[in-house]
């Protein structure tokens, strides 16, 4: 643990039980934060806290939940204080053909991904506001251009990247820094998943050799925790996704271009373009506390 500017600063992050947001806890708890850990899977969130070595909170939430969210923020305050900084990093995917995906779990993928960025900041805004902290927006390269399989997540991801450039105009006078994550494939138990369907595999394997590439959670998360310190606008993992950045209005005709010929060959050689379901065990656990608690959604 060294000095720094996050040391007994309380740190919110959704989607904290595995993955990307329990190795960003880990690492921001090695720089001295305070960690309140919000999402499903409630054991898994108090065995990451149990990990760290600074004050942690496990709080089980789903963040299209508003009136949970209110109760997880009260919590929050009352054991570490208010948050200086919030990263919305919940997240849920589905791939497969716009066609034949589930239109229930369409429309899932939206509200957890882009309306559940949404609520979970307007939640902790006013601890912002207080403590002229800082909203790290996870995004993807998703956001910089669309690609085939992914229709919903990447609606999404377009979506939050829009979010968070209107939310920073509207509450950087207030001393609130917004910063969005762009990052391209990372190894986590949702890409592993969309690994098992060759579709998916194979779209992947004839991107460009750097957009194919996976990285290791530990590599990004050392650079999202770098842009938290820092409070950066913008942060890309890897690099060169500044390069897509810069080159996004090129991009859908390169897309559309690969996608039609590998797509073509595909539906040639008789493999199913069939939809994934929710992907990884973040899926599953979306799904299954949705289940638990239907009819909940809609009330706060």
Known sequence: MHDGPLV???VVITGAARGLGAA???DLAHRGARLALLGHEKEALEEVARSLPVPALA???DVTDGAGLRRAAERVRAVLGPASVVVANAGIAEGGPFAV???GRWRRVIDVNLTGSALTVRTFLPDLRETAGYYLQVASLASCVAAPMMSAYCASKAGVEAFAHALRAEEAHHGVAVGIAYMNWVDTDMIRAADRYRTMRELRGHMPL?????????RVTARLARAVEERRTA????????LAQMSRAALPALVL???RRHLTSLEAAGVPLESTGLLGGGGRADEAATEANAGR???G
């Open 59 to 61: 709080q089980e939430v």
């Open 235 to 242: 942060v890309y993992v890897p690099a060169w996704l500044r």
């Open 24 to 26: 960003l806890a880990r």
């Open 257 to 259: 271009r690969t996608s």
């Open 8 to 10: 007994n600063r309380t």
């Open 101 to 103: 995906t589930d239109p």
């Open 297 to 299: 959604w809609a009330r």
């Open 210 to 218: 750097p957009a194919r590439h996976v990285d290791a959670a530990e």
